[in-house]
């Protein structure tokens, strides 16, 4: 009579059929899956450490000619050169700049693309840099005109480049994505927007680096927009699954 065989390990991999173990199709499929989860951030942090070695602001400062040309500020735009909307997103200005930016958007754009989506993401973060830096440009031209306030040229006459008021805008709308899930994720979530509150604290008081206020704006407005749009609050509503939705894979039922 045939022996029966419960099912078990297989003895030369050591797992379980197809209930389980890493097979070689998983081992591929997973970085396949992380890269659909956020094909965003990797795009953008590539972009910007390829460009940082190609302009050298890996190894120095940015060339006053890329950055005059490239750079945000009111002067390029009023001379039609709208391209600087996107081009003065992916370019750094030195070594700590790359670095930093870098560090900023895997914090902020990594998770919040991975739990909210690529859509979300993209809304948050050019709501935050175009209405962030457009209204720092503003105030800089106002404070100009008015009161001949030679300390905020920046983004009128001086060129500024960096993603860094976008991620602000990712970190405005990551706050309210932490507060929705409750318990020590809400206290975490409540950090970012305190701190944002007091970095415009410091800009204000020291009155140096006005251009500087387009980060707590940018952060205010992704704060909004994931607020009133993206997240769409309902009391008593389920949070979102935060580990499946990161890398792609199911919970079982």
């Not at 890493?22 to 910007?48: K, Q, Y």
């Not at 060339?63 to 709208?82: A, C, Q, T």
């Not at 509150?197 to 680096?209: K, N, Q, V």
Request: aromatic content about 8%; proline content about 6%; glycine content about 12%.
């Amino acid at each position: 009579m045939n022996e029966l065989k419960a099912p078990g390990r297989s003895p030369a991999l050591g797992t379980t059929g197809n209930q389980g173990g890493w097979t070689a199709r998983r081992i591929v499929a997973a970085p396949l899956m992380v890269v659909r989860r956020i094909p965003f951030s990797l795009l953008m942090i590539g972009i910007i450490v390829l460009l940082a070695y190609q302009t050298g602001s890996v190894y120095g400062d940015l060339s006053p000619g890329i950055r005059e040309r490239w750079g945000y500020d009111l002067e390029n735009l009023r001379h039609g050169r709208v391209w600087i909307l996107v081009s003065s997103e992916v370019l750094t200005g030195y070594p700590d700049h790359v670095r930093n930016t870098v560090l900023m958007l895997i914090a902020w754009l990594v998770p919040y693309e991975a739990v909210a989506g690529t859509g979300r993401a993209l809304a948050a973060y050019w709501a935050g840099t175009l209405i962030g830096t457009g209204s720092a440009a503003l105030i800089s031209l106002v404070l100009i005109q008015t009161i001949n306030w030679d300390r905020a040229p920046d983004l009128v006459y001086g060129a500024d480049v960096g993603a860094s008021v976008g991620a602000w805008g990712v970190a405005g709308a990551l706050s309210v994505w932490l507060v929705s899930r409750g318990s020590i994720w809400r206290a975490l979530g409540l950090v970012i927007p305190i701190g944002g509150l007091l970095y415009l604290g410091s800009i204000l008081a020291t009155r140096e680096g006005i251009s500087d206020i387009a980060h707590p704006i940018g952060m205010a407005t992704g704060l909004a927009v994931s607020a009133m749009v993206t997240h769409r609050w309902k009391p008593g509503a389920a949070p979102r699954p935060y580990p499946s939705r990161l890398v792609g894979w199911r919970r079982p039922a």
